[in-house]
Each structure stands twice: as C-alpha cells, then as structure tokens.
C-alpha cells in the first residue's frame, strides 16, 4: 500500500492505521484483545482506541505496543457481559 489506502476494513493514510477490535468483558467490565496491524510500522506508534457503542463508558489503554501489534486493555467497563467493540486509531512518527 502507497501512502493512503483502505483494505479489509482498515485505513492507512501517511503513517495513521485504524480498526476495530471486540474485547470479551468479565464481570467486572474488564478485558483485554490483541491487534495486529494490517501494515508493519517503522517504530513504535501512538495509538488510542475508545468504545464503540455511544452507550457504554470504559476506561481503554494499551500496552505491549510494538511495530506489528498491541493490546487493548478496557477497565470498568458499564457494559459487564458479552463483547464490547473498541475502535482504535494510531500514528508511526517514522
């Protein structure tokens, strides 16, 4: 892909990749997923995700970041059962 393109549900636009990822909460309204990015980056990203349902509040974060993958991290979630869709954006500085 050149330096903008959309392909299977992802976008990449001069280093910015976003999706959506589904993240099985426990009672608590915690969980976690993995991503992997459609595009391998150059360095470590910035990357912020939030939840996709208008309803619903969750503290979201993510950790094992590196140029190929992270982990989405939702806390607190107000919805407590089932899956919860957090979208995420990021941004390669290289």
Known sequence: MG?????SGYLKAQN???GKVS???DGNG???ASITFPVVLKSIPVIVGSPQESEITATVSFKNITEVSATVVV???AK???????????QDYD
């Open 16 to 18: 910015k990749q976003s």
């Open 3 to 7: 330096k903008f393109g959309w392909h």
């Open 75 to 77: 806390d607190g979630s």
């Open 23 to 25: 993240v099985t909460v």
């Open 30 to 32: 915690d969980g976690t």
């Open 80 to 90: 407590t059962t089932g899956t919860l869709s957090i979208g995420w954006i990021l």
